[in-house]
């Protein structure tokens, strides 16, 4: 697939009109000239740099600028980034939406679009994503297509959490605090000195917070926190030339279940108001009596090590061994009857070893090659608990169908058979025998109350990636830089789907709404697969202030084997997903201030989304066809004088399926705009000093973030359009004391300080049933923090 001329013209022209996103932060040097901003130098293309010589959109948050935004976790972080989305039903299933492209499947055998990384060691697999952000040094989020530099699963971006290293001198914090619905949090780290060069630094932080929707059938509330984690990092610089980090990492989650409400059965005594009290509840016996809520648990041993093997030479080595193994149980279908019950039991294992060399001779050429050998393994077993009388109900117009007869005519032969007055779609008072037996062999069979079937998607992955990428200065002012890599992937996936005791007596097959292999045993499918992801780009300085650059890139997702009953091998694979974007923007700082954006162009091919099918396990892939997404991103900060520092991000984004396919023929999902993929985002936050003197300094810390209307499903109009939310903002609000030597602080602080009522996701697995539910968002929220540093 090529761009039109013109559509690559138009981008040229505008990238000195459009300012480009703030990139990686490490350090800084002196102010631009005719400003006192610092200019920042980057390591984004695994070398230190200008942020003048990176064409990359890359918005960055360093200590500093965390702990003025308040931003403790993910979707913190998404409020004040152009373009990212953060939904987080639950530790176990967060979906990390770049511009409308949303990575979100729990499926072993699913792939990316969007790359999480903790100190360059991949973390995406969508069950051990989601980790706790303390003890940082930064986080970046780079935007567009990086599979150039960030490797597998950066279709369209990558999310990069740098933790802050050990050093050879003492250092200790501390911070606790409590709040409203039950928060309480502990945080701190110790650095020790071992020797000259040489550290070791621990680090803890404890998040607890009751839920905020009521369980009217007793347990815990739901939509709760209950976090811990750890980390221990060893560091050391032996000689002048070779330095090392040794990370260890361990995270355990048990909060309470999620709060899926129907929209379809009203709570008994209530409504079918998401934010209001949920009557949710699993079915005696199922996996031991399990309650609802999750138990997680992650663990990761990262080893990085550098060695300047010459004064223009650097040799890189990043090695990374993870795992995490989870159980959740959920109520799928939101109502108080134990109609539904789900768990998921997902592990997964990866190892990981990158080389790298980079050059700088302080000349005009500069780069890195490198290669990288990637392996993992992971399995998603699903249990299913199903009251049979229950599900016939729900399920009676399709039993209807399959007998040529519609649900009345089904109920009068009932009465034929001595049952009159049976209404037979009421799941509140379902017919207690099995229909298809009654009418079809005329015996009378009990329907169980609980009946158990299970299936499993199992993965195993081994890829290897060779990339590189270089820059060359042609003056003063312009620099080139491309780069590509190639990815090879050997994938076998793994699957069965059988029932625990016996066929169901609904339907009278092996299973009832998972996929039944033969025998119940597993199959398997391999495959290879291989491409290249490229990327071309230039930037050039108008003036020593402002800075301009324009890329093209390709982004791939690779392609997925996963588990099809309807395909004779029980198997299909989908196509590589693929997209070609360009973008263009600038740097500009003036002032007291700097100014960042970009306008970028983007058309994909073989658009994969996912969606629930009871037929399948868990999430199926299908292919959309094309899509065609173009848009608008910025972000900035200024000081006014001594007192007051403001930060304000502006995001437009224009993300829809196309009319047809390259061959002409017609998109199911024509013109529905991307789930999570609000057109217009906004953000601003204030940082007031309101008082200072010898005794310390007073501050005030407003920030507000809002959205346009976004869909949480690509097919639009679903269920009659009701599967959105609405524009809605959210305002936060901290008063924060600090010595005048910065050791001690004490603050409080309130979230969602209107209390705002909004949704973070509709539909879910309920959907796939014809009775989707709803997930409400964290009402009004405060509290007090006191904290030291020493």
Known sequence: MTFKAHLLCAAAATAALVFAAGAQAQETEAAAPGSNVEVIRVTTQFR??????????????????????????????????????VQEQSPNNTGYSIRGITTDSGEATSETRVAVFQDGVSITRSRGSYIELFDIERVEVAKGPQPTLFGRGA????????????????????????????????RGHVNFRLAEDYGLRFAVVSRERDGYIDNTLGGRALQGRDTWAARAVLSGQPNERFSFDLIANYQEDTPPGTSFKSGTFPVPGGDTDPFTAAALNSIAGFEGDRELGLERTVRGVTALATLDLNDAWTLSSITGWRDFDSVEIFD???????????????????????????????????????????????????????????????????????????VAQLEGLLALNGF????????YNPFPYSVAALLGQGQLVALRDLYLEEGSNSGETTSYDIFADASYEVNDRLTLTAGLRWTYEDKTSSGYGRNIAGPNFVTFADTLILPATPGGAEVSESGEFDDFTWRFAASYALTDQINTWISYARGRRPDVISLDSSSASMFSTSPAEIVDSVE????????????????FYSEYENFQTTRFDPNQVSFVVDNAGSATQYGLELQGEYEFGDRVRAYATYAYNSATFDDTDDAGNALELAGNTFRYAPEHSASFGLNVNLAEGDWGRVSFLPSYSWQSRIYFDNDNDR?????????????????????????????????????????????NTGGSFGIPTFIAGSPLLWGARIGMDF
Do not use: C
């Open 48 to 85: 230190e740099q200008s942020l003048a010589d990176v064409p990359v959109n890359v918005a960055a948050f360093d200590a500093e600028l965390l702990a003025a935004l308040d931003i403790q976790d993910f979707e913190d972080l998404a409020a004040f980034t152009p373009g990212l989305i």
């Open 155 to 186: 279709l369209i971006g990558g999310i990069n959490i740098i933790q802050n290293k050990a050093d050879d001198e003492f250092s200790a914090s501390a911070e606790v605090g409590a709040g409203s619905d039950g928060q309480r949090e502990v």
């Open 719 to 763: 269920f009659g359009g009701i599967l959105t939310q609405e524009a809605y903002g959210l305002l936060n609000a901290r008063i924060r004391f600090e010595t005048a030597d910065e050791r001690y602080h004490a603050e409080i602080y309130g979230s969602n300080l209107t209390d705002e009522a909004y949704l973070i996701d509709a539909g």
């Open 584 to 599: 263009a923007g600038a740097f500009w700082t003036f002032g007291a201030g700097s100014v960042s954006g970009s306008i």
């Open 332 to 406: 799928p279908e939101g109502s108080a009857l134990p109609m539904v019950v789900l768990g998921e039991d997902a592990t997964g294992e990866q190892a990981s070893q990158e080389v790298r060399f980079s050059y700088d001779n302080g000349g005009q050429w500069t780069g890195s090659v490198g290669v990288l050998a990637f392996h993992e393994t992971g399995t998603q077993r699903i249990p299913v608990g199903l009251n049979e009388a229950q599900i016939q109900a729900l399920l009676a117009p399709t039993l209807a169908a399959g007998f040529g007869a519609s």
């Open 420 to 427: 009159p007055g049976v209404q037979l779609a009421n799941p």
